[in-house]
């Protein structure tokens, strides 16, 4: 298995510009997460989804949009890139509520 | 409201020494328990979990971790540390049966460095 993987693993972006990060998973997990890391703040919750066609926001969603048509991907698209966005970026996906999550290697991007 | 503090942003130890790094939460029930490991430039490990049970665990590389009820605390501690561990390490918490949320919750992170 790949387990999760997300493409592409750096990107720069004009404020702005719109774009999709991708993330999938072969390990059939139903809930699969977006969450954006920043220095001296942890991971933050952007989106999730607990099923394909089912979605709701996170802590931090604003300027960002998700969709679930299938079990294996999940990307998150920028609508209007913002220089506040630049983060980095982890895909995370687990079996059901009370299992651990698997995170991917992470997409840095960086909004100027 | 629902926290997780890990106080020590910084900690640097000698290889060798014992390590423990400090999690408390906050949270209206009793949650499941996470710590993970973050090298430079990569994704979250997860070193080990707590869901019920015997409150010490063990996990990977040596990592063990002791849920303290009365404290709040899920704090995560290994014997001897070596260069390998220095990382970023995250505790987290997530929603414990039956519930009606599916969120994590996780710490700011502790930066490990180790001396040689």
């Known amino acids: 298995n790949a387990g999760v993987t997300q493409t592409p693993k750096f990107q720069v972006l004009k404020t702005g510009q719109s774009m999709t990060l991708q993330c999938a998973q072969d390990m059939n997990h139903e809930y699969m997460s977006w969450y954006r890391q920043d220095p001296g703040m942890g991971l933050r919750l952007i989106h999730y989804?607990?099923?394909?066609?089912?979605?709701d926001q996170g802590e931090v969603p604003n300027g960002y949009n998700v969709s679930r048509s299938t079990t294996e991907d999940f990307p998150l698209r920028l609508l209007s890139a913002a220089p506040s966005q630049t983060s980095v970026y982890f895909c995370?996906?687990?079996?059901?509520?009370?299992?651990?999550?698997?995170f991917g290697p992470g997409t840095r991007l960086t909004v100027t | 409201a629902q926290s997780v503090t890990q106080p020590d942003i910084h900690i640097t130890v000698s290889e060798g020494a014992s390590l423990e790094l400090r999690c408390n939460y906050s949270?209206?029930?009793?949650?499941?328990l996470f710590w993970y490991v973050q090298s430079p430039g990569q994704g979250l490990q997860l070193l080990l979990k707590?869901?019920?049970?015997?409150?010490l665990v063990q996990g990977i590389k040596g990592f063990e971790a002791e849920f303290k009820r009365s404290q709040s605390s899920f704090n995560l501690r290994k014997p001897s540390v070596h260069w390998s561990d220095a990382a970023e390490y995250f505790c987290a918490v997530g929603p414990p049966l039956p519930s009606g949320t599916y969120k994590y919750i996780f710490g700011t992170g502790t930066r490990l460095k180790v001396l040689a």
């Open positions: 707590y869901f019920s049970g015997d409150t």
């Open positions: 989804s607990v099923g394909a066609g089912i979605t």
């Open positions: 949270y209206g029930a009793t949650p499941y």
């Open positions: 995370a996906s687990r079996a059901g509520q009370n299992y651990e999550q698997y």
